[in-house]
């Protein structure tokens, strides 16, 4: 298929998943019949279309939308059925038994679990739910596990900015339908060792000897860098949030490309079948023990796609691997469209990096080359300029010194990953370690301080009045169409 086709095809599904998510937010009912009659009246409508004018794009972009539309609706109807059952729950002291189905996320003071239940109340009822409970308690992946405590539907509630954040969609598109604050655990018992459960005791064994070698809070900033765990403490993180730097610790596209570049180097000299499996199973391992987060899948499934072009001898297109990665998360899962902030920032940042980073780039000609300061810079602003107009509309805080911080910080985030990767596995041959442990906390302590340095300045960010909806499609309105005229200006040249 030809990358505009693909492009094209990938825009109608994502229409239909957003007129169905939008159908279902104002109406609030399942909407089956008035879909599906809708869908098949608008394929065959597309259909003729596609007989008169012999285009086959119609034809795709019919099927498409049609395909948006249904999976959407289908996600919903599961969801509402679920609803229904647990109605006569919520709100009321019940008792869950179920296993947990992800790794425990561990907070400064709290953790949450995924909790898959078996029963409710004795009452044979699958679903997801969140519970709240203590730090210090001790649970795994695929444990089996017990609580009694009140059961509630999640809400949406007002940030400090004056948006409304809604958490039932966030925890809707992750699965999760209920959630349960500090129950009482009933009964705990450790679960059955699978691969996931055993990867993720690698990665606890991993974070263990961070924390044995480096002083907080440099060692939780390595964490992040290395596996997005949030391990730095609430305040400064915090100040990573005020002066634009939180996405060094929320993983992104940066680190899979550090984890498929670091295997294709070790297999360089290897036949071009074992670089493929080789690239392709470290990435699946990373993604399962990171946590299967968007931007990690994402950049998953376009490093996989460019390992596969280069076994085939093939050219890698970065246009036909992001329609096609957002194709795949959208096919799995069709609430990431419009639920998930981090799905929608990673893609606008990464169509900002690689489409209109060639374009500003004379721009910051005057900055040296030296230590990749003009790379970081031309990445910064690009990347900034696409995700601002959403961040500006869903979140509302805007940093003033993101310019000046990451200019600081960014040359030192890939020295400290690669130092810190070997101080972690060097901790294991004692003293020694304390090499590569020197110049790791160096960095990480200059990425520290300046944060706290820069976050501490009333104007570091500012919050920004509540923009309308109209207001940031007008905005991206502009943005595509300042892209696409560049871009054809360039072709023609």
Known sequence: MKTVSLV??????????????????????PATPIIGIGSVFLFFLFCFWVRTRRSSLWLLMSIAFCIGILITNHAFLINGQTQQSLRPFLGEATTIEGVIRAEPDIREDKQFLVIKTNTIDGSLITTNVRVTTYRHSDFEYNDSITVSGKLKSPESFETESGRTFHYDNYLLNKGITATMFQPTIVEHSTGKINIIRGLLRVKKWFLERIQRILPAPESGLLEGLLLGVRSIPDALYDDFRKTGIVHIVVLSGYNVMLVANFIAGLLKRKPRWLQFVGVLGSLLVFMII???????????????????????????????SLSLAALVMLLINPLTLMYD???????????????????????????PEQFELRENMIATFATSIFVMPLIAYAIGDLSVVSPITNMIVLPFVAPAMALGFVTALSSILGP?????????????????????????MEWASVVLPVIPVWGLIGMYGVLFIILFERSGKTHER
């Not at 094209?8 to 609030?28: D, K, P």
């Not at 490093?303 to 001898?313: L, P, V």
């Not at 981090?342 to 900055?367: C, E, R």
Request: hydrophobic content about 55%; glycine content about 8%; some cysteine.
């Open 8 to 29: 094209y095809t990938i825009c109608a599904l994502c229409v239909g998943v957003a007129l169905s998510t939008l159908f279902e937010f104002v109406q609030n009912i």
């Open 290 to 320: 990171t946590g299967m987060q968007t931007t990690v899948i994402r950049a998953t499934i376009m490093g996989g796609i460019a390992a596969t072009g280069r076994i085939m001898g093939s050219d890698y297109s970065i246009t036909k």
């Open 341 to 367: 902030i981090s799905f929608q920032l990673s893609f606008l940042a990464t169509i900002g990096l690689v489409y209109l980073g060639p374009i500003i780039a004379p721009i910051f000609k005057w900055i």
């Open 432 to 456: 020694i370690a304390w090499v590569p442990a020197i110049p790791t906390y160096i960095c990480l302590w200059i990425i520290v301080h300046t944060a706290l340095l820069l976050g501490s």
